[in-house]
């Protein structure tokens, strides 16, 4: 069967409500989602769109690279990535795409997959890669600040105590799940910053909308898998053949890289699908120039 890639006009069924849809049969396209566009006659304020619409903010200036945002234009539309390519890995548990600023966690009982836009580590502070498993759920957490995270608000003339407790202040938000690699020093929490999600802006934790957090709190239990990876190329293959790629833009590994990305290494299998269709090699390389983190279709 055909996966025709469809632009429709956003409904308010989108608002403040977690990204879930059903799973797709495993010998069809991994595909879920279908891209919307919004359509304004004034200005663009993206964070406050990714805010509403549950989206990133990087993944929405990926997909509109060339967006006038703060240039009013009558009938300027903006288009909203809510189509995804499912990442090439088991379908269970948590799995967090560093390069998309995405988290996914696959729910067997219900054959659905729920997607939320996340905050990750700075340049600086990265978060890392691993297979790990939840080890403890919190309610109302305290935040103990590291060394290095104090020295840096002393630099900005802001104070941080030893201990900060729970409530409107504290940056973990009202829930916080402990990943059990790396000592447990990284946590999936919420914020008190509601415009940072879908950036890198951490310490190397895992950010989440207040809401996104307390509903997947709620769903996990302690030992569920987690699963961090960074993967900028996803693809997958239809029924009838066609293959399909979606391309983020790789994360700079320190200050002097950011923006300067243009190339990112192609799975090896997704090389040898395509070996012989010279078209697809170049659509492909299209976009990867690109890298608007929207799928496309490269072998039409």
Not at 159 to 185: C, I, Q, S, T, W
Not at 202 to 218: K, T, Y
Not at 262 to 288: G, S
Request: proline share 7%; charged share 20%.
């Amino acid at each position: 069967m055909r996966f025709i890639l469809t632009l429709v006009v956003c409904l308010s069924s989108f608002i403040c409500q977690a990204r879930s849809y059903d799973m797709p049969s495993p010998d069809a396209a991994q595909i879920v989602g279908k891209l919307s566009v919004l359509k304004s006659n004034g200005i663009f304020n993206i964070k406050e769109i990714a805010h509403k619409y549950n989206l990133g903010v990087v993944e929405i200036t990926e997909a509109n690279p060339n967006i006038e945002y703060f240039t009013p234009r009558k009938n300027k539309t903006l288009i909203l990535p809510t189509q995804t390519i499912l990442p090439h890995v088991p379908y269970n548990g948590i799995l967090i795409n560093l390069a998309e600023l995405r988290l996914y966690y696959f729910d067997k009982s219900s054959n659905k997959v729920y997607i939320f836009p996340i905050g990750i580590g700075k340049v600086d502070r990265k978060t890392p890669l691993m297979t790990t498993y939840i080890s403890s759920k919190i309610m109302n957490p305290t935040w103990t600040p590291t060394a290095q995270t104090r020295a840096e608000y002393k630099e900005k003339n802001k104070f941080l105590p030893p201990v900060v407790p729970a409530g409107p202040e504290n940056p973990l938000g009202d829930r916080a799940m402990r990943l059990a690699a790396n000592g447990g020093v990284y946590l999936i929490h919420g914020t008190n910053q509601k415009y940072d999600i879908g950036m890198r802006v951490s310490a190397g934790c895992i950010r989440m909308n207040p809401d996104d957090v307390r509903w997947l709190f709620d769903q996990v239990k302690v030992h569920t898998k987690v699963r961090i990876i960074n993967t900028p190329i996803k693809y997958t293959q239809g029924e009838d053949g066609n293959i399909f790629v979606e391309v983020h833009q790789p994360l700079s590994k320190d200050s002097s890289q950011v923006g300067q990305f243009k190339n990112v290494k192609i799975p090896k299998k997704l090389q040898k699908l395509i070996q012989n269709n010279p078209k697809a090699q170049n659509k492909l390389q299209l976009a990867i120039q690109q890298q608007t983190g929207l799928p496309v279709e490269i072998t039409k």
